[in-house]
């Protein structure tokens, strides 16, 4: 046995310290490669919940985007119709008496069938041909189509969404009445169109009637009150704070309380604007300009922080330069400093609006969950608002009203994705601008 020389054993050392940073490379390596695999994994799971969210929307609520009209020829009996007053005549009556006549079905001394075959009209019959004959008085004694909506629990049926398989006494639909929705079906008299009302309606007790124009068009009232208050003020705020304000405790008590703020719960929110705005200002209650005022209290301080952050990332070499070149500190931040910001600005504006237009707890508490038809026309009038629509009609006791709420939530998405869309779009061109 022969011992190793001095070479050998360093030889053997080296090649020891070799393999060990060898192995410890290689771990470093399988710990990136991990981590890089926890990040997909992570992201495939957000994506597949998206999706998921997605997918349950449109499932439940594609089908409110098509209805089913029933087109019935009535005779304006002169008996029955009050020329001077239509608006009292009975015409769901006379409608379901005639449809049931047509279709060789006698009725019994009590109406007990025609007041069957009247639950599958829709309520907006009688005002349909009410409007008809007070423009036309000369359709008394004529027979006239009239074409309109099932009634709700008619069009679920229709829809697939009540099925006959389910027991009478446990679905709103009698047999009889849905073999008189078959046999009308067959015989052409009921149709499937795009459902335009869910556009061009305001908020109803009818299901069938519904529609959330109001409610848009009072999301949209909000959010101009909103960026109007919430915009300049935001970021004339962090301007101050960050170019201007010195450099002690009190402004140091005011950042800290930004930040506190934009963690608030949003119903405190709305507690404040009930008690400020409409208890102390006496502002109207549900209006456009009460709830645009209570989203911006809530908007600003993440504007103000977002505003900072834009703020603070322009190179301090800007300000020097132009301060060397002889302009002041306010041409130096509004020429320079600001507009080399403005991509930052916008996106804190998209994230501050687009939080503010999904808020419900705050519009609750100022008077919004309350049923409103009609459609606003001034910022002081009581309106609706999309997320306080959505809550409403998932609380109803009404079947169809839930798939317009999952269709209500569609028409959300797309709101704000044309809102993000229209601010992208402004940030790049102040991004190609400077």
């Known amino acids: ?31 990136e490669t991990r981590f890089k695999w926890y990040g997909r994994l992570a992201i495939a799971a957000a994506m597949l919940f998206l999706a998921v969210l997605l997918v349950r929307i449109v499932e439940q609520g594609h089908t409110a985007f098509y209805t089913h009209t029933v087109t019935v020829p009535v005779f304006m009996d002169p008996a029955r119709v009050d020329r001077a007053y239509p608006q009292g005549s009975n015409f769901e009556q006379l409608a379901a008496e005639q449809q049931l006549a047509r279709m060789g079905i006698a009725d019994d001394a009590a109406g007990t069938k025609a007041a069957q075959m009247k639950r599958l009209f829709s309520s907006e019959l009688k005002f349909v041909a009410a409007d008809l004959v007070a423009k036309r008085s000369e359709v008394i004694g004529e027979t006239v189509p009239l074409a309109v909506p ?5 069009d679920l049926y229709l829809k697939g969404e009540i099925s006959r398989e389910t027991p009478e006494d446990q679905r709103r639909l009698t047999d009889q009445q849905i073999a008189w929705l078959d046999k009308m079906k067959a015989d052409g008299v009921i149709g499937s169109h795009f459902n335009t009302a869910l556009f061009t309606n305001g908020d109803s007790t009818q299901p069938e009637l519904a529609g959330v124009l109001g409610a848009v068009v009072g999301s949209a009232l909000m959010l101009m009150v909103t ?9 004339g705020a962090a301007i101050w704070l960050e170019e201007f304000a010195p450099k002690n405790k009190l402004t140091d008590i005011i950042e800290v309380n930004i930040n506190n703020l934009a963690a608030v719960p949003s119903i405190v929110y709305g507690l404040l604007g009930l008690a400020l705005f409409i208890n102390w200002m006496h502002l109207p209650r549900a209006s456009p ?6 989203l911006a209290l809530m908007a600003l301080p993440t504007l103000v ?7 603070k990332a322009v190179p301090p070499s800007i300000r020097e330069a132009a301060l060397a070149m002889g302009a002041s500190k306010t041409q130096t931040v509004f020429s320079h400093v600001l507009p080399l910001a403005m991509p930052g600005v916008m ?32 910022i002081d009038q009581p309106v609706g608002a999309l997320p306080s629509l959505i809550y409403i009609w998932e609380n109803a006791s009404e079947r169809a009203f839930h798939e317009r709420t999952a269709a209500a939530i569609i028409v959300l998405l797309v709101f704000m994705i044309i809102m993000n869309a229209a601010a992208i779009i402004l940030r790049r061109r102040f991004e190609r601008r400077w």
Not at 4 to 9: R, V
Not at 227 to 235: D, S, T
Not at 305 to 311: F, G, K, P, V
């Open 1 to 31: 046995m022969t011992d190793a020389t001095p070479d050998q054993i360093a030889g053997a050392a080296a090649n020891g310290r070799l393999d060990r940073l060898r192995a410890g490379l290689k771990r470093r390596h399988a710990r």
């Open 150 to 154: 099932l009634s709700d629990d008619a």
């Open 227 to 235: 960026a109007l208050i919430a915009i300049p003020l935001g970021v």
């Open 289 to 294: 300009i009460v709830g645009g005022l209570v």
């Open 305 to 311: 922080i977002a505003t900072r952050s834009a703020l």
């Open 347 to 378: 996106t804190g504006a998209i994230i501050s609006m687009a939080h503010a237009l999904g808020e419900t707890a705050p519009l609750l508490l100022i008077g919004m969950v309350s049923f409103v038809p009609g459609v606003p026309h001034a």
